[in-house]
């Protein structure tokens, strides 16, 4: 995944915590369980049959050092900065994926509102109640923000099995916006119970169909600055590796490396296979309107 090195980054939309205690306040709203893994992230999870995405209310920000907001802005400026920094290639995809979605109506008609991501590390307050680095990456609705611990993308490969790279981490950015258009389209409140067919699997298809539909025109979707797209070129091997990430999070991977079975019953956010035709769907197609999982 290549950007343009002359592209202007937009800092604005991504928000760092990392630094010191930051975040809203424990409230309402629907956490979508971990976003993109949810069921099972660590060990006593799979163990205890816990649902990470289910936050407690309270508890303290523990995040560890690291850049401030200052820091991204002043070490993010263009796409060459995001084609050598990690931190400046999740700004420059958040960019791209909003940038996508701003012109393009939500499945309601509605029109796309902005949301910023939020970068911690260790734990974090949200406007749905106190997280931790646990439960992987997830969208508040309470509070319209994405949030991130950077940690995850090791995790992907060393937990989960999964390959790796800039777009396995652009998949899993654009999976957790997807989220965020379907609370905006309102399907968000169809997304509930367990199981191989039930709504939380339905959702987390969805999100992942959504994360394909902007991958397909991620090169074709101009940076509202330059007018010019931000990502240059995506690869036959980038695409691989956002399936080859979507597959290792599939619930009967994860239930298979860490409980040594598969319970399709406890499902809530699909197999290996689902995800990765989903996604897959969105891709090819590049229509909204083809992500209708719940059809």
């Known amino acids: 995944m290549q950007f343009d090195d002359d592209a202007a980054l937009d800092t604005s939309e991504v928000e760092d ?4 205690a930051l975040g ?9 369980g971990g976003g993109l893994v949810g069921l099972v992230v660590v060990v006593a999870s799979v163990l205890l049959g816990v649902d990470p995405g289910m936050f407690g209310s309270g508890g303290s920000d ?19 900065d995001a084609n050598g920094k990690e931190e400046c290639r999740i700004v420059a995809v958040v960019d791209s994926v909003q940038a996508f979605w701003k012109q393009t109506e939500t499945a309601a008609g509605k029109r796309y509102q902005q949301a910023p991501t939020f970068l911690f590390t260790g734990s974090v307050n949200t406007g ?27 995790d992907l490969s060393s937990k989960f099995g999964a390959q790796g790279g800039p777009f396995a981490e652009a998949y899993v950015i654009a999976h957790e916006y997807g989220h965020h258009v379907q609370d905006l389209s309102g399907s968000i409140s169809r997304g509930s119970g367990k199981g191989r067919s039930s709504g939380s699997v339905k959702l987390e298809l969805q999100a992942d169909c959504y994360a394909g539909v902007w991958a397909h025109h991620a090169t074709t979707t101009p940076d509202p600055k330059s007018g010019k797209p931000l ?4 690869t036959k091997d980038d695409i691989n590796r956002g399936l080859d990430a979507a597959a290792a999070v599939g619930d009967d991977r994860i239930q298979e490396r860490y409980q040594g079975k598969v319970t399709p019953d406890t499902w809530t956010h699909g197999s290996a ?3 990765q035709r989903w996604f897959t769907t969105g891709y090819r197609s590049g229509r909204v309107a083809d992500c209708d999982t719940f059809g």
């Open 17 to 20: 915590g990392r630094g010191g």
């Open 62 to 80: 523990t995040s560890s050092s690291g850049t401030s907001a200052a820091d991204l802005a002043a070490d993010c400026r263009t796409g060459a």
């Open 273 to 275: 296979s689902q995800r």
């Open 231 to 234: 990502i240059t070129d995506l």
């Open 24 to 32: 809203g306040i424990p409230g309402g709203g629907k956490t979508i």
């Open 128 to 154: 749905c109640g106190n997280a931790t680095s646990d439960v992987g990456p997830f969208y508040c609705s309470a509070d319209d923000k994405v949030y991130l611990d950077l940690g995850f993308f090791n």
